[in-house]
């Protein structure tokens, strides 16, 4: 098991799970075929079958890659690429840096919300006991194949089908709740389920995109608060997906319709990275990206939002230093996404670890450096 080398190396395996990670091997918690992915966790390469090439399965299995195991909610059959990967083995790297931010000790009772391929919650059996685990998992087929590998790997959490976004009223109250898939609101249930003092893990993305992982203490007045600890990229919650339309769905006539010309200074190369989506999408909510790319290498950035009424484009051509952009619509997309990214550039650029969410039963906030510092809202 090379991969353990550079877990370690990392210092995402620490001392405390090494353990279960030897007792709860990775192998045992994937299926024949698989999709290896990238570190950065965005695409996934060809499928990979341990029956034709036994030795390419396990060289992806105990490399530091996610592993997707499902396309299209398992409408999906066959070996090549689906339309969108929805289940999967997380990437090692990531698993332990999240059951590390989630601190558990000794008789704590954990909700664990995606159950996948069931290897996070063998590992989290291991290390606290079956019966002090829940796994929920919204997809039948998901949860049936989950709960044959913890059986034969020697594991008995308690196993529901159902929207995790729900939680699990029966098993709390919790000490520790982790998710396995993005979320743009934490499910006010996962709070209200959990002691003072719990600890909630996921990952967090706004609509726009840019994702992290938020570590959130639970306070006795029924709020949650606390700080991102790291990018991640993770699939949303079933129940929090959205529907993203095409670009010709926007048009109200032939281009550019009735949209209003500009030219900016700001490439749409700098509002691509990563933390600059999430530090963009907190601030302008409701609104996401496509990209429109040509065979010259140029590309056209499109900018909706989720009600079908405003849209925006900036075109991107390499040596340029001023960029032709068109919005239409009530909201003016690209003036907000320039605004919020020029604010994320005043305030140093700051990385997910500056940034920190606060919970309550009716609203969400993130903040910069401290709770007394929301990140404003546009549009």
Not at 38 to 62: F, I, K, M
Not at 254 to 278: H, I, N, R
Request: hydrophobic fraction near 40%; aromatic fraction near 10%.
């Amino acid at each position: 098991m090379a991969a353990i080398q550079a877990l370690i190396a990392n210092g995402s395996l620490t001392s405390d799970w090494l353990a279960a990670y030897h007792a709860v091997p990775r192998h045992l918690f994937v299926p024949d075929t698989i999709w290896p992915g990238h570190a950065d966790g965005v695409c996934q390469g060809e499928a990979v079958n341990r029956r034709s090439d036994p030795a390419g399965w396990w060289h992806a299995v105990y490399s530091d890659v996610p592993l997707t195991t499902q396309w299209d909610d398992g409408e999906h059959t066959g070996d090549v690429r689906g339309t969108m990967p929805t289940s999967s083995n997380s990437q090692p790297t990531m698993v332990f840096s999240m059951l590390a931010a989630l601190d558990v000790d000794d008789g704590h009772r954990v909700l664990e919300v995606g159950s996948g391929t069931g290897w996070n919650a063998a590992l989290l059996a291991h290390r606290l006991g079956s019966e002090n685990v829940v796994t929920v998992e919204v997809d039948e087929q998901s949860a049936a194949g989950a709960r044959r590998r913890l059986t034969r790997a020697g594991y008995s959490p308690t196993s529901v089908v159902g929207d995790g976004s729900d939680g699990f009223a029966g098993g709390a109250p919790f000490d520790r709740v982790i998710a396995t898939c993005s979320v743009r609101r934490v499910p006010y249930a996962w709070v209200a389920q959990s002691r003072p003092g719990a600890v909630i893990v996921t990952p967090w993305a706004p609509e726009y995109g840019g994702e992290a992982v938020v570590r959130l203490v639970v306070d006795d007045n029924g709020t949650a608060s606390g700080r991102f600890v790291g990018s991640s990229a993770f699939m949303r919650l079933r129940q929090q997906r959205s529907a993203r339309p095409s670009s010709l769905e926007y048009l109200s006539g032939p281009w550019p319709a009735d949209a209003v010309k500009s030219s900016t200074a700001l490439s749409p190369e700098d509002v691509g990275s990563w933390p600059a989506m999430f530090a963009v999408g907190v601030q302008v909510p409701e609104a996401f990206p496509l990209t429109e790319r040509y065979g010259d290498g140029t590309y056209t950035l499109w900018l909706h939002d989720t009600d079908i009424t405003s849209w925006a484009t900036a075109d991107w051509e390499p040596g340029r230093t001023a960029y032709e952009v068109y919005q239409s619509g009530p909201r003016n997309l690209w003036d907000d996404v320039e605004a919020a990214w020029r604010w994320w550039d005043g305030h140093g650029r700051p990385g997910f670890e500056r940034f920190g969410l606060t919970v309550t039963p009716d609203h969400q906030t993130v903040w910069l450096d401290g709770p007394g510092n929301p990140v404003p809202l546009r549009g």
